[in-house]
């Protein structure tokens, strides 16, 4: 049996009795905003980003044991250690170097004794030249008609930091050509996607670092059959962005291009790689993609560097430390209040919960509580007609606010109750953060609110590709913190594992079935073979 940790630490003995003080009636948080200084003491200004957390269940003292915290983990220096190629992925035995994918600064970056920024640089050549190509129609699809869209096949890490910030980015798209995911092995997704496209103007990217994803190989297959029942040569339609010498290779598969993606940089932090670059730099064109890349850079140069009270993703990490391993909450949500966000909460939920959802440290010892929490969103004021009575009245959970100070679309300044429609966006943005706050009390119970339910708001100034960059950055940098506060390793996922291996059983039960129309279920359990007769039976029998 493995042991328990035991952190030994005075300063998580301090924290966990620090908040039993919080926890009184008079720590409640419509009492702590109201102290002298709230504001100026926990609010932070950098790198174009505005963060509050003076609406979190903090004071003065939690924070400083939170800073000693994060001291005597020496989580600064780890990060140092992360961006300069030593290999933090400890249990893979890999770096991790998403940073040196958005590293303008020339200095090599050394893994193994080797430089890997030439190799860096050459992708992004590479990206930079075949998306002019074909934005300009000068690559074009087998009739020789230039793309109208790209459909980018891939899961998880492979689609969805991409999608986030193609969607957060749309407004800057000539339209010239339009970009569409396919992630789901469901037929139903590629049913959707087919309505939406022509199969003469259609590019599609095909991502896996292995290339050895069921789904992605499932949806890849079927985009063969469909380009080949329509007199089309898929090699003239595909691209690949995979790891060199996978099977997904151009020396091992014809597609018009491939891209080399590292294994120095996990799927869910490759959104500055080719998994990123490719599709991006076709949809907005290259120069957008490294306006995004040099935002990130900023914001990563900004959690290296900035001491531990003034470094943003950092005082981020220990709120979410202090939230779940302290105050034990076990949900968060993501409420941007912009619509163009909207793919923000999706991504981060992998981001965090695949990286730090772990019950054990680097060296193999059991947490005392599993790490973690759960990760959701939708965007403001949506959120607030689909779940804000739990938010206000039922089980609490902490919340990131996110502000966009100037929108994009500014031309429609009409009133409604004397107000823009930007301006109603933020009447609410600035009263439901108050609102979790202070509660409010009510002769009638169903109509009480208990109030203290913590919040952080986030402000940038507009969606530019720079902020975009520097948003991604935070939230991955922020991540990376809290794993180093736990002592775990985010850039391991073998969680994933167990359910991949169970599937490919009941594949191979499939797969027999397919051949000899005689075979009989049996060697599952008997719940796993009602479901595979009632797949094959096509209806539900009683």
Same mark, same amino acid.
């Given at each position: ?20 003080? @919080? ?46 915290? #994060? ?6 220096? +780890? ?9 933090? *992925? ?8 998403? =940073? ?16 890997? /920024? ?5 992708? +992004? ?5 075949? !998306? ?22 891939? @899961? ?10 193609? =969607?957060?980015? %749309? ?12 992630? *789901? ?32 190989? #499932? ?15 898929? %090699? ?66 900004? #959690? ?50 695949? !990286? $730090? ?10 947490? $005392? ?12 004021? *949506? ?5 804000? +009575? ?37 009447? $609410? ?8 706050? =202070? ?62 291996? /169970?599937?490919? =059983? ?18 599952? *359990? #008997? ?9 094959? %039976? ?5």
């Amino acid at each position: 049996m493995t042991a328990k940790i035991n952190f030994g630490l005075s300063c998580i003995e301090k924290l966990n009795k620090h908040a039993t003080l @919080i926890n009184c009636p008079e720590n409640h948080l419509k009492n702590l905003i109201k102290t002298d200084g709230r504001f100026e003491g926990f609010t932070l200004h950098g790198v174009n980003i505005f963060y509050d957390y003076s609406r979190q269940r903090v004071d003065v003292e939690a924070m400083n044991l939170l800073f000693e915290l #994060a001291e005597k983990k020496k989580v600064k220096q +780890q990060f140092s250690d992360m961006v300069a190629g030593q290999k933090v *992925n400890v249990t893979e035995n890999r770096a991790a170097l998403h =940073t040196a994918l958005r590293d303008f600064s020339n200095d090599p970056v050394f893994m193994d004794g080797n430089n890997v /920024m030439p190799d860096i640089q050459h992708v +992004q050549n590479d990206i930079k030249d075949f !998306s002019a190509k074909i934005r300009s129609g000068s690559l074009t699809g087998s009739t020789k008609k230039p793309f109208k869209h790209i459909v980018v096949i891939g @899961i998880g890490g492979s689609n969805l930091g991409t999608e986030f910030v193609s =969607t957060a980015l %749309s407004m800057f798209s000539d339209r010239k050509i339009e970009i569409l995911y396919l992630s *789901n092995v469901d037929i139903h997704h590629f049913g959707e996607i087919l309505s939406k496209i022509n199969h003469e103007t259609t590019l599609w990217i095909i991502i896996s670092k292995s290339y050895t994803t069921s789904e992605t190989k #499932a949806n890849e297959t079927v985009v063969r059959e469909y380009l080949k029942s329509n007199g089309l040569d898929p %090699s003239k339609h595909i691209v690949t962005v995979t790891s060199k010498g996978s099977p997904g290779d151009e020396t091992a598969l014809s597609n018009r291009k491939t891209f080399h993606m590292f294994d120095f940089v996990g799927g869910r932090f490759s959104v500055s790689s080719a998994v990123g670059g490719v599709p991006l730099s076709i949809y907005l064109g290259y120069d957008m993609f490294e306006r995004i890349l040099k935002g990130a850079n900023e914001m990563d140069q900004h #959690a290296r560097n900035e001491p531990v009270e003034n470094n943003l993703p950092m005082i981020a990490a220990l709120i979410s430390f202090w939230n779940i391993s302290i105050l034990k909450y076990t949900a968060m949500a993501i409420i941007p209040y912009a619509s163009p966000l909207s793919r923000l909460a999706p991504h981060i939920q992998q981001l965090f919960m695949e !990286s $730090n959802g772990k019950s054990v440290t680097r060296d193999g010892k059991t947490l $005392n509580d599993p790490a973690g929490y759960i990760i959701f969103g939708e965007p403001g004021t *949506n959120a607030q007609h689909s779940f804000f +009575q739990l938010a206000h009245q039922g089980n609490p959970f902490p919340i990131d606010f996110i502000g966009v100070v100037k929108p994009y679309y500014d031309k429609f300044k009409c009133h409604s109750n004397g107000v823009t429609n930007h301006q109603e966006l933020w009447a $609410n943005l600035i009263s439901q953060p108050e609102a979790l706050a =202070t509660g409010k009390q009510d002769k009638h119970p169903a109509k009480c609110f208990e109030g203290n339910r913590p919040s952080s708001t986030i402000l940038i100034e507009e969606l530019s590709p720079e902020n975009i960059g520097r948003l991604l950055a935070f939230y991955e940098a922020k991540t990376v913190f809290e794993a180093f506060l736990w002592d775990i390793n985010p850039f391991d996922q073998f969680g994933v594992e167990l359910g991949k291996t /169970m599937a490919s =059983t009941y594949r191979k039960e499939i797969a027999s079935k397919n051949k000899d129309s005689n075979y009989e279920f049996g060697k599952s *359990n #008997a719940i796993s073979n009602f479901y595979l007769k009632t797949l094959f %039976s096509g209806k539900l029998e009683e």
